[in-house]
Structure formats: C-alpha cells, structure tokens
C-alpha cells in the first residue's frame, strides 16, 4: 500500500464502457453517479438519492457465484467512485448504439417501453443484468423491482423483458463473464482505503473517525442526504476474509462482507426462513450491494434481517486485533442503534447453527408488499416432535428499540401440544411483547394486533401444510 495517501488513487484505472481512465479527482464524498456524469456518461441520473428508485443503475463486472464473472445491476448514487478503483463498469451508453441497440434496448424501443426517458437507461441497466444472468430460464421480476417509472407504465416494460431472448455466441458482454475479475490490490488515497488484507483493515479502523464501506446502501444514503462525511472510509467488501459462506455439520458460517444476493444464491435454498426473507428486503439493486455485516453493522430496529437471524439463534464473529469473540444476536443489540461491538471491532461472521427448525415462516408488515421498511417484522422457528412443542425461537423487528426475541412467547410454547388452544394463548403473550410506538408507519395497537395475529396465521398455514403432506 502506498505510504503517500494522495499518490496512489489518482493512478488507478477504472475501465468504463472499454475504455479505461482514471481518477483525476475522486475524493471521498464524490459518488460514483456524479463521477460518472462529470466524464460526460449522462445516462444514468439521480432520481432520489437513497437508492429507491434505479435512476442510476450501472453494470459492474463482479465475481460470480455461477460464472467467474457477472454483470451486477448497482446503485449508482450510493457507492463512493473511489470504490470503482479497478473495476470494470458499464453504462447504458457502453451496451449499445443508436446504431447498433442492444437487444435489452432494442425490446424496450420497440414495444414503448419509455415515453420522457429519464427512468429508461437505469431499467436497461437492471434488464442487461438479468440478461446475462448464468443459468436464467426465464425473466426475474424481481430483477427490476428497485426501477421506478413514473409515466410509461410498467406492462410495456415487462413485456420488453419477457420478450428477450438469450444472449447469443460471440456476444462480447457474455464472452467477458466467461473471464475473471479485474484484481483490487490495496490502495489509498485521502479519505478512503482499500486494506489489501483483514489486519490492515483492522489497522485503518483504529484510526480516528474511521468507517468501515462493504456495499454503502446505508451510508450512501446518509452521505447524500445528510451529509455525512467520514473521516475514513476503509473498504472491506473485498477482502477474502469476510466473503466466506461455509456449511459444517452443526453451523453454516456466512462471511459478513458478501451481498446478501451473493447469499441468496449461495446458500441455494438450504436455509428456508432466509429465502423467505431476501424477496422482501429492499430491491434486487439495493441486495446486489448490502451486505449482512453492514445490515447488522447498523443496528437498525426495523431492519428485516434481524428477526429472521434471532429465530436461527444466530451468532455474530466479532474480530479486532486482539482476536475474535462469538456473541449471541440475542445479546448484541443493546439500545436505540447500539451493539455490544467496540470501536476496534469488525463483524467477520454470522453462524447460523444446524439443525434448523422445520417450521419456519418471516412474515413482515408494511405498507407496500416489496421495497418498503417495515412496521413490524416476525420470524417463526418451531420444531414439534410427538405433537408437543419441542423447541421455539421468535424474532421482532419495529416494535421496540431494538431487535428482540420474544422470549415470554416462547416459553408459553415450548412443552405445550401444538394445538389451537395453545396457539391463541401464545398469540396473546406475543401481542404484549416489546414495546410498540405510535408513528407514522403504524399505531402501536395495530403493531401489538399484527403480532398475535402473525402467530395466528403462522400456526394455520403450517397446519395446511401437514395436512397436504398427509394428503400425498
């Protein structure tokens, strides 16, 4: 690593759109949009600033988890453009020409997928990604589920992306997925660093105001909007260290720096109640980016993933240079965005212990079915052997200060039969957990309803589910 902080990143190529440049100016607080438009790439745009609406959407080539390299759709707004240093970046500038369209671009133009234009390059950029999507089948909605459009209307854009195709031989974006990913070797420059290992990471955090940066979905957002400025940016989210995902006989450990759709796809359905989680956190765009140690890192009460990972009785590896420590997720949150986790301290790990409970079910309340924060989050995992309750984890989210298990619920489970009775008086138990707000996404009676009903409705789906399993 360079000892001359304001030598090293000026050097460093980015290849955009082919062409390879370099930084002549990228401070910390420029992010990778504005860098983008400031070379003249004025496809993408802002629209929001907080990653909700893909305005901004850009290609990156990444390492694959079913190819060595795939093309992963990010928000542009949120990523600092130092965090480009070495990579390889796509605009919808770089798919094609007015010439010669790509045929993401081609399907849309043709069936009108676009009237003011200003939403269209992010939602190319979504579509290419899923394109070149290994071992695609057919179109992923999901795959668009972070673009917004405010006036075409989305069914000639859907119909644009159920129309493609697959890419053929020879097309030159699917032959580079076919190559490994460009290298990121340590670097720095003022105000931001790339650790070329964990302990030099663990070195720049103990500098003052230092932050660790994975997929900056949330500090992107502080940054544009509030105008946070770090000291320090230290860059994780390549460090081989953190972007394990590893399954043992008693424990899968899930490495804290991958991108939670990097998770999605890795762990390959082997961890039900996470698969029930991932479609309703946030958008493809925002999971391509946010990573699990970041989702906990921020000590959200209302993040989603919290409560799934309290009803796994999951542990956070926390490491600093002293060593590493194993804290229960039960016992890391300890206030209003406050963690048992020092300022020395990084998250390295989640384990997730086996085996996992069979009946498991996330059920998270808000006020749209996908992309929105939650008024209240429930995660389920019961096991019952010979029809008693033998065991029972349930995770909160938004109904008290910080993510709980409700522990009073599941004491009224455990050694009971699992019958109705025993359900509604559960239900009543699980209604009088936290401690519910009134606010502006909900009344804290409708938080308090929504959690015994939760119980209620998890109780009758699992039951239909025996029942159909009998049936076969």
């Not at 759109?17 to 930084?23: A, E, K, L, P």
């Not at 230092?210 to 500090?219: E, H, I, Q």
């Not at 008086?425 to 519910?436: F, K, Q, R, Y």
């Amino acid at each position: 690593m360079s000892t001359d902080p304001a030598a090293n990143l000026p050097q460093a190529p980015v290849t955009v759109n082919g062409t390879v440049r370099s930084f002549a100016a990228a401070g910390p607080a420029l992010n990778a949009l504005d860098w983008l438009r400031g070379i003249g790439l004025t496809g993408a745009k802002e629209g929001c600033a907080e990653g909700e609406c893909g305005a901004c959407a850009v290609l990156i080539a990444r390492p694959g988890v079913d190819a060595p390299t795939e093309w992963t759709a990010v928000n542009a707004c949120l990523i600092p453009a130092a965090a480009l240093a070495d990579q390889e970046v796509l605009t919808s500038e770089g798919l094609g020409t007015p010439d010669a369209l790509h045929p993401v671009q081609c399907e849309i133009a043709g069936r009108g997928g676009s009237q003011c234009g200003y939403c269209t390059p992010g939602f190319v950029c979504s579509m290419a990604a899923e394109y070149y999507r290994p071992g695609r089948v057919e179109f992923d909605h999901h795959a668009l589920s972070g673009n917004l459009c405010r006036c075409t209307g989305y069914r000639p854009i859907v119909d644009a992306a159920e129309a493609l195709g697959h890419p053929v031989e020879g097309d030159r974006f699917l032959s580079r997925t076919a190559e490994p990913t460009p290298a990121a070797p340590a670097r720095r420059a003022p105000g931001w660093v790339r650790p070329g290992s964990l302990d030099e990471a663990l070195t720049a955090l103990g500098e003052p105001g230092a932050v660790a940066l994975a997929g900056s979905t949330d500090l992107g957002v502080e940054a544009n909007l509030r105008g946070a400025r770090p000291a320090l940016l230290v860059a994780i989210d390549q460090l081989d260290e953190l972007r394990v995902l590893e399954e043992r006989d008693d424990v899968v450990e899930i490495g804290a720096a991958l991108s939670l759709s990097e998770v999605e796809r890795q762990l390959a359905g082997r961890i039900p109640l996470l698969d029930a989680v991932f479609p309703q956190f946030a958008s493809r765009l925002i999971r391509n980016g946010a990573t699990i140690g970041g989702n906990l890192g921020t000590a959200s009460p209302i993040g989603d993933l919290p409560p799934a990972l309290l009803a796994l009785s999951a542990e956070i590896v926390l490491v600093s240079r002293a060593g590493e420590r194993v804290v229960p997720l039960a016992d890391y949150f300890t206030g209003y965005r406050k963690t048992v986790r020092r300022e020395d301290e990084l998250i390295a790990r989640v384990r997730i212990p086996l085996p996992l409970a069979p009946a498991a079910a996330f059920h998270k309340i808000a006020k749209r079915r996908f992309d929105d924060i939650s008024s209240v989050a429930v995660a389920f995992a019961v096991e019952v052997l010979d029809g008693a309750v033998a065991r029972a984890a349930i995770g909160l989210g938004g109904v008290a200060a910080t993510p709980i298990r409700a522990t009073a619920t599941e004491a009224a489970l455990v050694g009971q039969p699992w019958s109705a009775a025993t359900v509604r008086a559960a239900a009543e138990v699980l209604a009088g957990e936290g401690t519910p707000l009134d606010d502006h996404r909900a009344s804290a009676a409708y938080r308090k309803a929504m959690l015994g009903q939760s119980l209620l409705g998890f109780e009758a789906r699992w039951r239909s589910h025996l029942n159909q399993r009998e049936e076969r």
